[in-house]
């Protein structure tokens, strides 16, 4: 993904001669994570506990400012092309773990229920519809609309859709089924 977003920030685009400007952290990112988990003398559990801790404010400030790029007006004649991705991005999740499930030998319960979780993943889609819309001045706002209010749907069926799943799969308790998340135990010293 590093290269890919590296490539793009060099590329020229048609007649618009946009250069990409975001993205370019990814694979200087990717490396120094490789080299402190890799290369690191053991240190790599340390740095990605420190990302986690910092990662909230940024996280906030990144989805908020995504968020706020969504135009309503822009998104309501999109629904029925929305609506059809949305379906087909599940039925492509759901295929793959059926399929990489059955080849790696998991349990049906596992390989039937696990999708469900994976409906909400969207973090990069993000980042990449507003990289889209960036590079792409003209083309790029259409685009955006598109792929944010199909990630809009799928961060808000996805939370539902994992429920779901936890339950299918016999992971909720009676004494965790209604709780929220401060039910999890803490992770004691050491554990990873």
């Known amino acids: 993904l590093g290269a890919v977003l590296v490539g793009l920030r060099r590329a020229r685009v048609g007649g618009e001669g ?5 993205g ?3 694979g200087p ?3 120094a994570g490789f080299v402190a988990e890799d290369g690191g003398g053991g240190r790599g559990e340390d740095l990605r506990h420190a990302m986690e801790r910092a990662a909230a404010p940024v996280f906030v400030v990144f989805f908020a400012l995504a968020g706020a790029k969504i135009d309503p007006r822009a998104v309501l004649p999109l629904l029925p092309i929305v609506i059809p991705v949305v379906l087909v991005r599940m039925a492509g999740i759901y295929s793959g773990m059926r399929l990489g499930g059955k080849w790696a030998g998991l349990p049906t319960q596992v390989t039937g229920n696990a999708w469900l979780g994976l409906v909400s993943q969207a973090g990069v889609a ?5 990289v889209v819309a960036d590079v792409y001045p ?7 609309a598109l792929l944010m209010a199909t990630i809009a749907i799928n961060e808000t069926i996805g939370p539902i859709m994992f429920r779901l799943g936890l339950k299918r799969a016999g992971e909720l308790t009676p004494a965790n089924a209604d709780a929220g998340p401060s039910v999890a ?8």
């Open 29 to 31: 990112s990717l490396g």
């Open 18 to 22: 946009a250069a990409l400007r975001a």
């Open 126 to 130: 993000i980042g990449l519809a507003t």
């Open 138 to 144: 003209s083309r790029g706002a259409p685009l955006r």
């Open 185 to 192: 135990a803490a992770p004691t010293a050491g554990a990873h």
């Open 24 to 26: 370019g952290a990814a």
